[in-house]
């Protein structure tokens, strides 16, 4: 019978490893936890798994990072390293069925003396229902829970399950680590058909994705290109990896928070940046500028009063204009506002106004600003003593418009910078002539 498998090329080759014709990226998956790439801060010696293994005890956790940074390698080296079994489902591809089948065995070798590892794959996609379904099971060390998604944890995952799990936080893979990758891939296939330069530009289209990387890589060999491409040529031969972006997932506030401190840091140049990748990612051109609507009006206020109605024009360009000769307005309502003065003064004044309003519910405000809509409203002193302030000389009365048993308050500052700066010359105007006036 042996004869038969004679001219098998994969007879010789270890359990577990994969055949000769299997993708790189499966032929070059690590095989221990130090040949882990690029996340030795999780599992040197030092790190919360390096401590976990050399104490031989795993507790349950989640692996968040982006993707192709070696979370699925992690959970599976994980087991081996500490002898439990193995067992893993997809949240995309698994139901209740398969998780109960998955915990049934998981207690069967609990009772035979065998720890399970059971790795849940992009474990966010499983619902509020299906995620509380895990806890019985961890509680009762059927299964250490190791989870893997690529989204914010305390956005996605119940709070039940997170109290029982360590968040562990995965880095984007640098140009070093990715270098690596390539290195380990030409021990194997070869030197990669490609300059110095391109090589350098092969790694950037990757985007901290070592995965894609190596299929990237895996398309050169298999091409069996004659002379080495340059950048430009490899340019044209590979497609750049789309840019990893949700609309309504962490990518999305992350990038909208840098725009919107960028623009308030007054730096322009890094808030055309974030602005151009959330464009670039296809975001939704109104959602920008109800952003920088907001921006307008909590940053900068009354230092720059235009600034509103340069994001306003910008809404209407854009409206009147569509895609993409529209964005162009966008971006110049953005450069407005990283280069305007900045004031939270409005901001601030809003805040406090909302804050006293609460606090002294429904005081009456005195009776000569009152309205008196009635005859007898007049006849009780409804508006008695009211002063017309264009009556007077300044077109300023310096009466007093607050509640008898509440103080005066003073909720809105202006700054000493741009157009606030005259408003805060007039206020002091006007606080002067009050103290006059009431001598």
Known sequence: MADLFADDPQQDRSPGEPPADAPLADRLRPRALDEVIGQEHLTGPEGAIGRMVAAA???????WGPPGTGKTSIARLLADAVGMRYEAVSAVFSGVADLKKAFAAAETAQKMG????????EIHRFNRAQQDGFLPFVERGAVTLVGATTENPSFELNAALLSRAQVLVLQRLDAAALGKLLERAEELQGPLPLTPEAREALIATADGDGRFLLNQAETLYNAQIDAPLDP???GQFLQRRVAVYDKDREGHYNLISALHKAVRGSDPQAALYYLARMLVAGEEPLFLARRLVR???EDIGM???AALTQCMAAKDAYQFLGSPEGELALVQACIYLATAPKS???YMAQKAAYRSAKE??????????VNPATGMMKKLGYGAGYTYDHDTEEGFSGDDYWPEEMEQQEFYKPVERGFERKVRERLDYLARLREERRG
């Open 360 to 369: 002294t519910g429904s005081l009456m405000p005195p009776m000569n600003i």
């Open 57 to 63: 005890k795993l507790s349950s956790m989640i692996l």
């Open 295 to 297: 921006m307008a009006v």
């Open 303 to 305: 230092a720059d009063p």
């Open 232 to 234: 430009a040529d490899l």
């Open 114 to 121: 065998q720890r399970t590892l059971l790795f849940v794959d």
């Open 344 to 346: 939270n003064a409005v």
